[in-house]
């Protein structure tokens, strides 16, 4: 799947060290590949019984997502029209990836969904409005360049969205971890996707 996209995939620059796996990358009906993630660090899990706060408190993982800019577009069924995909989307999915993970360990299994569609319809709108006070700004280096990202700490972790290529390769960057910290890291694109396995 990944191979198959138009656009660069984002991670981590060298400087991490860590492990890195792939996610999932998402497409439209009629096969365009239009957002990804790749993974560094632990391997987020969902907190349950089996895994309590304590345990996924400890986990220490970033996440990008590589995001392909584009206007609407029919979807490829005819059902529908593709928003465009700007830095808010970038933001949006990073925010939504951070709460899959993420629930409140004094919340019962059972009003999970309840919460979880609360709390996504709030990262929406939060990713509808970067300039608004929830956002502050940090500038990280894409490919050895500086670029400034729009970033936004909670409870569950931290979230990132900005452009990806400053020589316009049609890409913006979404990230969202916990554990480690967001000001040192450095993105970059991955000419081989060997050391995600």
């Known amino acids: 799947m990944y191979t198959r996209a138009s656009f660069a995939w984002y991670g981590l620059d060298e400087a991490f060290t860590g492990p ?13 590949v239009r957002h990804g993630s790749t993974g560094h660090g632990d391997e987020p899990s969902i907190r349950s019984a089996a895994r309590p706060a304590e345990e996924t408190a400890k986990e220490r993982f970033t996440v990008v997502v590589t995001v392909a800019a584009g206007p609407d577009l029919r979807s490829g069924d005819g059902t529908g029209v593709l928003d ?59 490919d050895g360049r500086a670029s400034v990202f729009r970033f936004r700490e909670s409870e569950f972790g931290w979230i990132i969205a ?36």
């Open 84 to 142: 465009a995909t700007t830095v808010s989307s970038a933001a949006w999915l990073a925010g939504s990836g951070l709460l899959a993970h993420t629930w409140p360990p004094q919340l019962d299994h059972s009003l999970r969904d309840d919460w979880l569609e609360q709390q996504t319809e709030t990262a929406f709108t939060l990713a509808h409005d970067l300039e608004g006070p929830e956002w502050s700004t940090l500038s990280l280096p894409v």
């Open 20 to 32: 890195r796996w792939l996610m999932r990358a998402v497409t439209t009906a009629d096969g365009v």
């Open 162 to 197: 900005g452009p990806g290529d400053q020589d316009g390769d049609g890409t913006f960057i979404g990230a969202y971890g916990r554990g480690m910290s967001p000001y040192g890291l450095g993105f970059a694109r991955l000419p081989d996707l060997t050391p995600y396995g």
